[in-house]
């Protein structure tokens, strides 16, 4: 193993992982991005991502099948973006994510739309959400944060990596879904009706705005019908993932209505 351990942080590959995890640029132009993680990178693999180099710390027991190259703590460190990533981290290439890519099994989708979500936090927590849902689509419009930014793959635990995501220009996904006919549902307090009170049981899109300046107007014009979460309190909003997770479940709820309560509830 000796012979293989990199001990250098100036080493040029170890330079190159730290620079994928900075550089939205050089993601975009290699094609490559860093995931960390035993548990990430071996989501990553069975969604069919391709690993294209493999590090692991000395001290560490790893599962992959991969020919790792070892490095010492003092280089991991010196790569890791986060802290408890147990040792281990990959390279992998990014995948396609072209709006004319995605594939509906169903009649009746349900699909969430995010204009220009800036936080990398919020929009991987909104993938968690999706993929603990099982949405089948999440579509990043006029994207302001790349999806394989290193914050979004954390709060996604990996959920980026097995939802369906495109992204494309605001004007393009409108035009998808009226294609498909799939209703467009868009979140605004004004001229809305309470969220609870619209069927999504059928095809369906959820859009999201910031939470600074909220949708765009060609968004509230091209919407189907406008629903909105109810504020009870001082505050007039919710933070986007929260919103996105409320509206999704609800969603959820009414495609799944026959419950089985236990005896005790009966």
Request: with cysteine; glycine share 4%.
């Amino acid at each position: 193993m000796e012979e293989n351990v990199i001990t250098s942080t100036q080493n040029a590959r170890i330079k190159h992982v730290v620079a994928l995890q900075q550089k939205s640029s050089l993601r975009r132009e290699e094609g490559l991005f860093v995931v960390e993680g035993q548990r990430e990178i071996e989501h990553c693999i069975a969604c069919g991502y391709e690993i294209v180099e493999l590090f692991v710390l000395d001290t560490t027991n790893y599962t992959c099948d991969i020919e790792p190259t070892f490095v010492t703590a003092q280089v991991y460190e010196k790569m890791a973006y986060r802290e408890s990533t147990e040792g281990i981290i990959a390279v992998a290439k990014v995948k396609s994510h072209k709006l004319h890519d995605l594939k509906f099994n169903k009649q009746n989708p349900l699909v969430v739309v995010l204009e220009s979500v800036e936080k990398p936090g919020n929009l991987g927590a909104i993938l968690r959400t999706a993929e603990a849902a099982n949405v089948d689509a999440v579509i990043v419009c006029d994207p302001l944060t790349d999806i394989y930014n290193p914050n979004l793959i954390r709060a996604s635990i990996g959920g980026v990596f097995s939802v369906s995501v495109a992204t494309c220009a605001s004007k393009e996904c409108i035009e998808f879904l009226k294609a498909n006919k799939i209703r467009i549902l868009t979140a605004q307090l004004q001229d809305s009706y309470d969220y609870y009170d619209y069927d999504m049981s059928h095809a369906t899109a959820l859009v999201m705005g910031t939470e600074s300046t909220g949708l765009s107007q060609q968004w509230r014009d091209a919407a189907d019908v406008h629903i909105r979460i109810p504020m009870l309190g001082r505050l007039d909003s919710l933070n986007v993932s929260v919103s996105t997770a409320i509206l999704i479940y609800e969603a959820v709820r009414q495609r799944n209505k026959v419950y089985q309560y236990p005896d005790s509830r009966m």
